[in-house]
């Protein structure tokens, strides 16, 4: 899948969204992760395939356990796709 995201533009964007998650404090990246995913969901996740869509992270080995995070959210209502075009006076 990875490969497929990535024919368009080439590994240079993958490159460059390595690079932005460097810059988040390690701490905080997979909150920034999460947010990002939560935005995407809502942006694109598109009405047609359910009323939910489910991200499954990968393990995480903690002291003892393994933890896997799944997320579940809410597909958004469909948004009208017309134009918004401003009067000249606006």
């Known amino acids: 899948m990875l490969v497929e995201l990535l024919r368009p533009v080439g590994p240079e964007l993958a490159r460059r969204w390595l690079a932005a998650l460097l810059l988040v404090p390690e701490g905080d990246r997979a909150g920034v992760v999460r947010t990002i995913e939560e935005h995407l969901a809502g942006l694109y996740g598109g009405a047609a395939r359910g ?3 489910t991200l499954r992270h990968p393990p995480e080995q903690k002291q003892g356990y ?3 995070v799944e997320v579940t959210y809410a597909r ?3 948004k009208p796709r017309g134009s918004r075009r401003r009067s000249a006076g606006d």
Do not use: C, F, M, R
């Open 51 to 53: 009323e939910e869509i």
């Open 76 to 78: 958004p209502p469909a």
């Open 66 to 68: 393994v933890e896997q």
